[in-house]
Each structure stands twice: as structure tokens, then as C-alpha cells.
């Protein structure tokens, strides 16, 4: 066979590009599967660096790190009990108040409103979201926390601090901040999360359904609560989650309102602190091993409470998915 | 049974439950739209009060001095943008392969788990992170380190953004370009990263918005500094921790730079956010 010397220069040229096509293929399957392999990575490096850097603390302490209630740098005697406990508190108290609020703004915006109502509204609602957490710490400190002392908190106090069970609750100075305080101003921060997972959620429900329930003599509440709320169970429950999840690490936005005292107390006006709030005051301030060791084994603590909630919010989410065939929330 | 579904007063009942939790959902909604105008409306009365070209001109003041935030703004700009040139390539990346080469693996499915949860990771945990990596070994704050700490929040944005979009590109596009003999990486970057460009772009505007405001993590990284500088291996100002400071100060003139400063910020990211939205909108409306 006589090679033609231009086919053979096309062949070998097409060689050549079909080798380099490979490489290149190659190369880009590798660099783009390191990055990913790098975000994979990412949470593991923050939880061996926080478990290396909070060692001493624990070295020290013990398990008796999480149950003590001393927090004290003088004698580097240090527990998580108290900031834990705020922690734990100003979250519930958070989600207490968002849920049922965002639940309702979510009710509104997918069975009550019509659209040109409902879209500028999630619009804002959204906008909400996209404020920084400081903006809402300083007008929790400048605005809410002065309305809620002159206001809410005498009222409060002269109707339930007298009676036998829930009276320790309202105890305190009416000063504006304070435990109670940083749940509200957390509850304000979650509501458009919270929000925005349950609109989203309620309109994945078949118009079928709802139809059908509508047209056996259902109010809209029934139709609420016997069809949308059942056939959205984990997305809602996903979306508290994801909302708890943020309420825990929180941190500014708590830093400006609670008042930051390491005291354990069942008062809701009293002054507290949180795991965040504590790192974000004290942290700077803590030379010396075992001070700041301290701070990040609060760190790691909080690490551990939030990775598990934020798990379960997305494998709830992850369950509603498959179910809808797909579809991506959030 | 049959007086039960003829007794008026269970009828009754219903409606009265009905119409007593409508109410309340229209209720706790003008409450939320009644905080949201607080919040701005305190932001811009005190905000706007507090501007003026002092601002942006003079550094940060010590109390009872003039200033303005010029220091803190610089900061935040360049630790904002080197953050952004950092964390979108890695991003980017990370997204096309989710979206390219892992679908439907164990693998891809596990980096998007985990990429969700860093998605909501509390921000203070990145500081202590880059803290104990940067800071750490370093022996000092600096602006890097600042930088670093916000492009590890930008990523899981990012990543997150570019696979959705890169998926929403037509498999018979992708089957076409290779079809014709493209290889691949030739057919991702030639048509599903042209497809899903103002998306991927989207992705990165929403990430900047996230990153602009955050204050916890450049804490412990980027600190503080009372000066203009520009050198990225010391402290480095930024508006956040300054606003912070400012804010919780006892001085009257610090309070009103605060307000300015969040005032600034707050205009900023709504920009980026609403500019985000625009750019989806129109995209979805050429389609």
C-alpha cells in the first residue's frame, strides 16, 4: 500500500489532536475532581483543627469540661455548661417563635395571597435574608432592646412574675437584654430561612390534591393541615432543622444583645452568654494555652451540635427531594 | 352519624377555626413586614445622617476626633475581592465536576452532603479554622488570612450555584459538541459553561453578597487596624469589625460611623443580591 503523502499528514495530525484531546481530558477530570475532593475535605480539616487546638482544654478537664459551670481565666479554670446552656436556650426560644410565624407568612404566601401580592412580599421576605446579622444585632441593640425594656418586659413581669411555676422565668431587671432578648432577635433572623424552605416545600404539593380536598368541603386550614402539612412533612421538618442549625451559630447578632455574663439562670431577662458570643469577645483578648484552648474546645462543642442538626435538616430535605423526583430545595 | 354531619354548630365551629387561622397568618405577616421597615427604616434615618465625604476620605477616628471609614472600606473591598478570585476558581471547578463527571456517584453525592452542611456552618467556626491554619503558624493577623477565611465561605455558594446551573444545560447540547468530535473538557468549557454562564455568575454575586457582611469570622484573622494600609500580611481593617466595635462603643461619634458604615454594607449587598436576581430574571425571560 502507497501511502499519499497528504493522508498520511491528515492521520497523523488527527493522532496528534486526538492524543492531546486526551490529556487535556485528563487534566481536567483531575483538576476539577481535586476541588472537589478539596471541598470534601474542608469540614474534616475544621474538625481536626479545632480538635488539635482545643486538646489542652480537654487534657485538663476532662469530660468535666462539658458539665462545669466555672469560667475562669485568672485561675484557668474553665467548663461549657454555662454557654451551652445559653446556647441551647436562646435557640429554643428562637424556633419557638419562628416556627409558628413563618409558618404562617408561608401559609399566606402560597394558599391566601394572590400574586401580586405574594411576590413582592417573598421578595422582601428574601431581602431579609440577605441583611448581615449584624444589622440585626444593632437594631436589636438600639431599637428593640429600649421598646422591649419600657414595654413588654414591666408588663411581663407584673402578669406572670408572681405566678408559682413560670414566675422564675420573667425574674430580673427589665434592662432590654438578656437571654429572651437574643431569642427574639434570633427568631427575627431565622423567620425568612424558615420561611422561604416552607413556601417553597408547600408548593411542591400536587394542585390535584388540594383540589380534591377543597372539593369534599374542606376550609382552607383543613386542607392546611390534613393535606399540604403531611405531604410536606420532612421538607418542614428540614427547613425548623436548617433553621435551628443557624440559630445555634449565630453569632453576632447574639454578641450585641445577651449580654454576655457567665451566669446559669432560669431568668430570661438575665444577661447570658452564648457558645459564639463568648468566642467572639473573648477570643482575641485569650493569650495563654489554656484560655484559648478553652475557647476552641467551645468551638469544637459547637461544631459537633450544629454538623448533627444541619445533617439531619438535609437528609429530611434530601428525603422530600426524591420524593417530588428531583427537585432541589434550597 | 347523620346528625353529625347536619349539626350547624360543628359547621360553624369550622369556619370560625378557619377564619381565626387565616387571620392570624395575615396577622404574623404584616408583623414580619413591620420589623423588616423598622430595620430599614432605623438603618437609613441613622445611615444616612451619618454620611458624608469624610467617609470615604479619612481613616477611622480615635473618639472625640473627625474620621470617616476610608481604612475600613479598602479593607473590606480588597479582602472581598481577593476572597472572590479565590473562592470562584475553586468553586467553579469543584461544581463542574459534581455536575460533569460525578453524577450519580457515591462520591459526588457525599461532597454535595457536605457541601451543604458547610453551606450553613455557623461562620465563627471558618474563623477559628482559618485561625488555628493561617494565623497560627503565621505568628500574626493579616488581611490573607481575612481573604482566606471568606472565600471558604464563598465556595460551598459557589459550588453549589454552578452545579445546579450546569445541570440545567440540555444533555442533547453536551451529546452534539461530542458528536462533532469535541473531547470533554472542550465540550464543558465551549458549551455547558457558555449555557450556563450568567447563572455561574449569579452564583458568585449571591457569594459575594454572603461574604460582604461577615463579621465573626474576621475577627480572629483579619482583626483591626486603626490605619490605611494596603499590606495584606498585617491586620487589615474592614467595615464589619469595625461597625462592631464602633457600634458597641460608648461614644456617640463611633455609634454614628457605625450606622454609616452598615448602612453602606447593607446598600452593597443588596446590590449584589438584587443584581443577582435581575441577571436570573432576564435570563429566564431570553430562554
Not at chain 1, 299 to 316: C, D, E, N, S, Y
Not at chain 2, 91 to 96: C, D, N
Request: proline content about 6%; hydrophobic content about 55%.
Amino acid at each position: 500500500m502507497v501511502a499519499d503523502p497528504v493522508v498520511a499528514a491528515v492521520d497523523r495530525i488527527r493522532t496528534r489532536r486526538v492524543h492531546a484531546g486526551r490529556i487535556a481530558d485528563r487534566l481536567f477530570h483531575g483538576v476539577t475532581g481535586g476541588f472537589a475532593l478539596l471541598v470534601l475535605s474542608l469540614l474534616a480539616a475544621v474538625l481536626v483543627s479545632l480538635a488539635i487546638g482545643a486538646a489542652p482544654a480537654f487534657r485538663q478537664a476532662g469530660f468535666g469540661f462539658f458539665i462545669s459551670t466555672a469560667w475562669d481565666p485568672v485561675s484557668n479554670d474553665f467548663g461549657a455548661l454555662v454557654p451551652i446552656f445559653g446556647t441551647v436556650v436562646t435557640a429554643v426560644i428562637a424556633l419557638v417563635l419562628a416556627v409558628p410565624i413563618s409558618f404562617g407568612i408561608a401559609l399566606f404566601l402560597t394558599q391566601l395571597a394572590p400574586p401580586w401580592l405574594s411576590r413582592p412580599v417573598s421578595t422582601a421576605i428574601e431581602l431579609l435574608a440577605a441583611v448581615p446579622s449584624i444589622i440585626y444585632g444593632m437594631w436589636g441593640l438600639f431599637v428593640f432592646a429600649p421598646f422591649y425594656a419600657a414595654t413588654v418586659q414591666p408588663a411581663a413581669q407584673s402578669l406572670l412574675g408572681d405566678s408559682p411555676w413560670v414566675g422564675a422565668l420573667f425574674q430580673g431587671p427589665p434592662l432590654g437584654i438578656g437571654m429572651s432578648t437574643a431569642g427574639i432577635i434570633l427568631a427575627i433572623m431565622i423567620i425568612p430561612f424558615i420561611t422561604a424552605i416552607m413556601r417553597d416545600v408547600f408548593m411542591t404539593v400536587p394542585p390535584k390534591l388540594k383540589e380534591s380536598a377543597y372539593a369534599l368541603g374542606c376550609t382552607t386550614w383543613e386542607v392546611t393541615t390534613a393535606v399540604v402539612l403531611p405531604y410536606t412533612r420532612a421538607g418542614t421538618a428540614g427547613g425548623i432543622m436548617l433553621g435551628l442549625g443557624r440559630a445555634l451559630g449565630e453569632t453576632m447578632a447574639v454578641t450585641f444583645v445577651i449580654g454576655n455574663a457567665h451566669d446559669l439562670s432560669a431568668a430570661l431577662f438575665m444577661p447570658g452568654t452564648t457558645i459564639s458570643s463568648t468566642i467572639a469577645n473573648e477570643f482575641t483578648e485569650a493569650y495563654g494555652g489554656t484560655y484559648s484552648a478553652a475557647l476552641l474546645a467551645l468551638g469544637l462543642t459547637l461544631f459537633l451540635i450544629t454538623v448533627i442538626v444541619l445533617a439531619l435538616a438535609r437528609l429530611m430535605l434530601l428525603r422530600l427531594e426524591r420524593q417530588s423526583g428531583g427537585r432541589r430545595h434550597v | 352519624m347523620s346528625d353529625r354531619t347536619l349539626d350547624p354548630n360543628r359547621y360553624l365551629w369550622r369556619r370560625l377555626t378557619n377564619g381565626f387561622f387565616l387571620c392570624a397568618a395575615i396577622a404574623v405577616t404584616a408583623l414580619g413586614l413591620v420589623i423588616l421597615a423598622s430595620i430599614l427604616i432605623t438603618l437609613i434615618g441613622r445611615g444616612f445622617a451619618a454620611l458624608s465625604p469624610q467617609l470615604f476620605s479619612q481613616p477611622t477616628p480615635p473618639p472625640g476626633n473627625d474620621g470617616g471609614l476610608s481604612n475600613a472600606i479598602l479593607g473590606s473591598v480588597l479582602m472581598t475581592m481577593l476572597a472572590t478570585l479565590i473562592g470562584t476558581p475553586v468553586g467553579v471547578l469543584a461544581g463542574t465536576w459534581l455536575a460533569e463527571y460525578g453524577r450519580g456517584t457515591l462520591v459526588a453525592a457525599t461532597v454535595r452532603f457536605i457541601n451543604d452542611i458547610l453551606l450553613s456552618a455557623p461562620s465563627i467556626l471558618i474563623g477559628l479554622f482559618i485561625y488555628q491554619v493561617v494565623v497560627v503558624p503565621l505568628g500574626h493577623f493579616s488581611g490573607w488570612a481575612g481573604a482566606i477565611a471568606l472565600a471558604v465561605i464563598l465556595i460551598p455558594v459557589v459550588v453549589r450555584t454552578t452545579e445546579d446551573m450546569l445541570l440545567l444545560v440540555p444533555d442533547r447540547l453536551r451529546e452534539a459538541a461530542a458528536a462533532l468530535g469535541a473531547p470533554y473538557w472542550r465540550v464543558i468549557v465551549s458549551i455547558s459553561y457558555r449555557s450556563a454562564r450568567t447563572g455561574i455568575l449569579t452564583g458568585v454575586l449571591l457569594g459575594i453578597a454572603r461574604i460582604a457582611g461577615e463579621t465573626a469570622p474576621l475577627l480572629f484573622t483579619a482583626l483591626n487596624n486603626q490605619f490605611q494600609s494596603l499590606d495584606l500580611n498585617g491586620p487589615m481593617a474592614n467595615l464589619p469589625v469595625v461597625i462592631f466595635q464602633f457600634a458597641m462603643s460608648p461614644y456617640d461619634d463611633w455609634q454614628r460611623l457605625a450606622w454609616a458604615g452598615a448602612l453602606l454594607i447593607t446598600v452593597a449587598i443588596l446590590v449584589f443580591s438584587v443584581t443577582a436576581r435581575i441577571v436570573l430574571r432576564t435570563r429566564d425571560q431570553t430562554r
